[in-house]
């Protein structure tokens, strides 16, 4: 935005020296000798326009503009007419800087007027350098509202991400609060669940343990049948103990599917490529280290096709049959004829190896990198 501002500055700086060097050769070609006066006049035209371009404050900018004007009318009135020729592009230059809004095409009117006072050898051409000022004036105009319309837009695109970024926290510390308190329901959960059941059952399996005890030397019988009850009182409990810790805890399935699914999605929005993950099989049966070097291959070989393969698709394939788990990653892109084992798959070799597995890695068509896992592997 900076460098637009600038170049516009300099189209209107570089029209102003056009002028001024055309005025000055006019003279110096012209019949008649070069009074002090007109190179004074030139020299502070000069000076009040490099000042113009130099002092910040909008009302010295005005300022200077002013002068510049009424030092052109009295010169060209008292030195030299061809001075007139750089009224136009100063009397735009105060136009544009004023509060008052003046109609476009009532200004160009008014930078008219000096047509009736001027010779008519200059006339043609004041009336060209008028039209030509117009319309450089107006283009300036014209991209200086643009100008401050991107900026307000931006300086609204400023506020939206400020609030956006600030929602985003707060719905991010929503999530972590959310998590703490679903973390404490679900102990809170457990911890009645064992109080109500196995608790109890263990206070019902000591008093009767207890009673058998002081009842062993006079009823023996009654005491063995304490006992039993106890025994089995025990022994529910226990399958009490197993079948909470069996709903808590959730299946290998679920851990290692939605891991592979989490580790997919962010891969998903950090690059423009189609992801799609199918499994088959009784994914149940591959264990936590198989899931962990299928973790690893597949996003190694996402990297690798995000590098190497100009893709627009990447699938992966998870199936587990009789005897072996196969995890595929395929991309559609380049592909290779000759494949050349770089770091990347040489380790994913080497974590396949670690549980008798291996790699096969094929460029024909796309590139495609399959993860072989014996079923039987610990």
């Given at each position: 935005?900076?460098?637009?501002?600038?170049?516009i500055?300099m189209?209107?700086?570089?029209?102003?020296?056009?002028?001024?060097?055309?005025?000055?050769?006019?003279?110096v070609?012209?019949?008649?000798?070069?009074?002090p006066?007109?190179i004074?006049s030139?020299?502070?035209?000069?000076?009040?326009?490099?000042?113009?371009?130099?002092?910040?404050?909008?009302?010295?900018?005005?300022?200077?503009?002013a002068?510049?004007?009424?030092?052109?009318?009295?010169?060209?009135?008292?030195v030299?007419?061809q001075l007139?020729?750089?009224?136009?592009?100063?009397?735009?230059?105060?136009?544009?800087?004023?509060?008052?809004?003046?109609?476009?095409?009532?200004?160009?009117?008014?930078?008219?007027?000096?047509?009736?006072f001027?010779?008519?050898?200059?006339?043609?051409?004041?009336?060209?350098?008028?039209?030509?000022?117009?319309?450089?004036?107006?283009?300036?105009?014209?991209?200086?509202?643009?100008?401050?319309?991107?900026?307000d837009?931006?300086?609204?695109?400023r506020?939206?991400?400020?609030?956006?970024t600030?929602?985003?926290?707060?719905?991010?510390?929503?999530l972590?609060?959310?998590?703490?308190?679903?973390?404490?329901?679900?102990?809170?959960?457990?911890?009645q669940?064992?109080?109500?059941?196995?608790?109890?059952?263990?206070?019902g399996?000591?008093?009767?343990?207890?009673?058998?005890?002081?009842?062993?030397?006079?009823?023996?019988?009654q005491?063995?049948?304490?006992?039993?009850?106890?025994?089995?009182?025990?022994?529910?409990?226990?399958?009490?103990?197993?079948?909470?810790?069996?709903?808590?805890?959730?299946?290998?399935?679920q851990?290692?599917?939605?891991?592979?699914?989490?580790?997919?999605?962010?891969?998903?929005?950090?690059?423009?490529?189609?992801?799609?993950?199918?499994?088959?099989?009784?994914?149940?049966?591959?264990?936590?280290l198989?899931?962990?070097?299928?973790?690893?291959?597949?996003?190694?070989a996402?990297?690798?096709?995000?590098?190497?393969?100009?893709?627009?698709?990447?699938?992966?394939?998870?199936?587990?049959?009789?005897?072996v788990?196969?995890?595929?990653?395929?991309?559609?892109?380049?592909?290779?004829?000759?494949?050349?084992?770089g770091?990347?798959i040489?380790g994913?070799?080497e974590?396949?190896?670690?549980?008798?597995?291996?790699?096969?890695?094929?460029?024909?068509?796309?590139?495609?990198?399959?993860?072989?896992?014996?079923?039987t592997?610990?």
């Amino acid at each position: 935005m900076a460098k637009h501002i600038g170049s516009i500055m300099m189209w209107g700086i570089g029209y102003k020296i056009v002028l001024l060097m055309y005025v000055f050769a006019s003279a110096v070609t012209s019949n008649i000798s070069i009074s002090p006066w007109f190179i004074l006049s030139i020299l502070l035209y000069l000076s009040l326009n490099i000042l113009l371009n130099i002092v910040q404050p909008h009302r010295a900018k005005q300022s200077l503009a002013a002068m510049s004007i009424f030092l052109v009318i009295v010169s060209s009135l008292y030195v030299d007419q061809q001075l007139i020729l750089l009224l136009p592009m100063s009397f735009y230059e105060v136009v544009n800087g004023i509060r008052i809004r003046i109609r476009t095409w009532t200004s160009l009117v008014l930078v008219l007027i000096p047509l009736a006072f001027i010779d008519k050898d200059l006339q043609i051409l004041y009336a060209c350098l008028s039209m030509t000022s117009f319309i450089l004036y107006t283009s300036i105009r014209t991209s200086r509202h643009r100008i401050a319309a991107y900026q307000d837009d931006m300086e609204r695109m400023r506020e939206d991400i400020k609030r956006l970024t600030r929602s985003l926290n707060d719905n991010r510390a929503y999530l972590l609060q959310s998590e703490y308190t679903s973390k404490l329901e679900e102990r809170n959960r457990m911890s009645q669940e064992i109080h109500d059941k196995i608790g109890h059952a263990m206070t019902g399996a000591l008093i009767q343990m207890e009673a058998s005890k002081r009842m062993l030397q006079v009823h023996s019988d009654q005491a063995a049948e304490l006992l039993n009850n106890a025994i089995q009182i025990s022994k529910d409990g226990i399958e009490d103990i197993r079948h909470v810790l069996k709903e808590t805890k959730p299946p290998l399935e679920q851990l290692g599917i939605n891991r592979l699914k989490l580790l997919i999605d962010a891969f998903s929005v950090t690059h423009s490529i189609q992801t799609v993950l199918t499994y088959k099989g009784n994914v149940d049966a591959i264990t936590p280290l198989q899931w962990k070097i299928i973790m690893e291959n597949t996003q190694e070989a996402m990297t690798n096709a995000v590098k190497y393969s100009e893709c627009s698709k990447l699938s992966i394939d998870i199936l587990v049959l009789d005897t072996v788990i196969k995890a595929e990653v395929a991309d559609n892109g380049n592909g290779a004829k000759q494949v050349v084992k770089g770091l990347g798959i040489l380790g994913m070799e080497e974590r396949t190896a670690s549980v008798s597995g291996r790699i096969i890695v094929d460029g024909s068509r796309g590139f495609s990198v399959t993860t072989l896992l014996p079923k039987t592997s610990v």
